[in-house]
């Protein structure tokens, strides 16, 4: 079955926002435990929600991380933090974003969130 353009364009944006290794490696996770939803991932989050024109690529992963720490959604509020740091998103807007959410969330889900974003930055950095 040829790949649609939803898929090529995600498939495509992934490797943009994680690299070609990491996107191939998560991706492989992924299909490894259910190919659908690899494809759902793939074809419908990056393929459509990700590549829509209304916001640039550094302010959905602010969007989105703020919304994975609210969450308590650990594995992936790391996968997208390396993901907002290759979108242009600093650090401190990183932090900003978490410390934005800490009233609304709790401080538990906050904190939580600065060891994850920690543990990103050192391996950005190393």
Do not use: H
């Amino acid at each position: 079955m040829e790949p649609n353009d939803r898929t090529r364009r995600g498939a495509a944006l992934l490797e943009q926002m994680l690299g070609p290794q990491q996107a191939e490696e998560t991706r492989r996770a992924w299909a490894q435990v259910s190919p659908d939803f690899e494809k759902y991932v793939v074809e419908f989050l990056a393929g459509e929600i990700w590549s829509r024109d209304g916001l640039d690529l550094r302010s959905k992963s602010l969007v989105t991380i703020a919304a994975l720490a609210a969450l308590g959604r650990p594995k992936a509020l790391e996968l997208n933090l390396k993901m907002a740091i290759n979108n242009g998103a600093t650090q401190k807007e990183v932090v900003e974003t978490l410390l934005q959410i800490a009233p609304y969330a709790g401080f538990p889900a906050c904190w939580e969130a600065m060891a994850i974003a920690r543990r990103v930055f050192d391996e950005d950095r190393g």
